[in-house]
């Protein structure tokens, strides 16, 4: 008897080993394709009109004084990069109330947990989320975490809002250079729901652009999205297999059902094998979706494990969209 619940003690203590083992190697490949997925290339610019007029960092803009909640959360569908599914998987309060656990939890079927859609976007064919919404009365639609707190609209994901809802009512946008390439990035107003809300606190301020996206903590939140860009590049670019793009699309969004149904873990297993970052999703979903194409059969492993070769993490060009203003 002792001898079997040392013989135990020891497979548990080297699977611990091989999973702490695995995470290492998975982020060490992490930091040498990240930057490489952040690398400039070629962009779609938005269609502007009269009411699109790009900005620089450096302009003065008229801005609503509100908590940035209103009318901008009714009539709206609001996509989510990796990083925005990751900050809602971790909002206590939404594994409270929804009961999420996992990923796979956030876009169950039943009515009063599903949080969120993903697929793959038949025109360009990249990975695309968004926030499922409420149907309410004359056809109009409100996000589903928005609620009313004695009158006042509050989100309920707080600091932990989407990308695009986070910086309102500022969107940025590519900008193409000669060479067909993306040049840097230029910032729109979307002042038509605050224009109607009457939630604002007062008249408009004037305030620099720059600054206003410096306050509200953006240059990460850009950051992780330019990551994720890099990556629908890639796929759009070098993923032909329709297949391949949904094992892609699920591994940036729903996480934890790829290691279950792929990878062959448990519920309880995942934890240990989780990713710590949405980088690391984002970068896993790169090599991992490599790595089966190059008909690597251990690119994927019950550990999470990912592997793959340096040519596969080649550096890929970024593309936005033409409909992207994030």
């Keep these: 008897m002792k001898k079997n619940k040392s013989r135990n003690h020891q497979k548990r203590a080297q699977k ?31 269609q502007q009109g009269p ?13 609503a004084k509100c908590s940035g909640v209103g009318e901008c959360c009714t009539n709206v569908v609001v996509n989510l990069d990796p990083s925005d599914v990751w900050r809602i998987m971790n909002n206590e309060k939404v594994r409270q109330r929804y009961g999420a656990e996992v990923t796979m939890d956030l876009v169950s079927e039943e009515p009063d947990k599903g949080i969120i859609e993903y697929w793959v976007d038949p025109r360009v064919g990249v990975p695309r989320c ?11 639609i409100e996000c589903i975490f928005l609620e009313n ?23 940025r ?18 002042d038509e729901p605050c224009r109607k809300c009457v939630h604002k606190e007062g008249e408009n301020c004037a305030a620099l652009v720059g600054d206003f996206l410096k306050d509200h903590d953006m240059e990460a ?33 729903d996480w934890d059902r790829f290691l279950i149904e792929i990878g062959g873990n448990s519920r309880e297993e995942i934890k240990a094998v989780r990713p710590e970052s949405p980088e690391h999703v984002i970068a896993s979903a790169r090599v991992i979706v490599d790595g089966i194409m190059r008909g690597q059969t251990d690119a994927v492993q019950a550990t999470g494990k ?5 040519e596969g993490m080649a550096a890929q060009g970024e593309t936005v969209p033409s409909d992207s203003d994030g």
């Design 16 to 46: 611990r080993t091989a999973k702490a083992k695995a995470r290492k190697q998975v982020n060490a490949m992490t930091r040498g394709i990240v930057e490489n997925l952040r690398k400039q290339g070629y962009h779609i610019p938005m």
């Design 51 to 63: 009411d699109r007029n790009v900005h620089a960092a450096e302009d003065v803009v008229s801005i």
């Design 130 to 140: 968004k926030l499922r919404y409420v149907k309410k009365d004359h056809g109009h």
């Design 149 to 171: 707190n004695e009158g006042k609209p509050e989100c309920f994901l707080g600091e932990d809002r989407p990308t695009i809802c986070k910086a309102n009512p500022i969107g």
């Design 173 to 190: 946008v590519g900008q193409k250079g000669k060479d067909g390439r993306l040049s840097g990035w230029g910032f729109v107003l979307r």
């Design 221 to 253: 939140r850009y950051s992780y999205l330019d990551l994720f860009y890099g990556l629908q590049a890639w796929i759009a670019q070098d993923v032909k297999i329709e297949e391949m793009r949904k094992l892609a699309a699920m591994i940036c969004f």
């Design 306 to 310: 990912t592997e793959a070769t340096e």
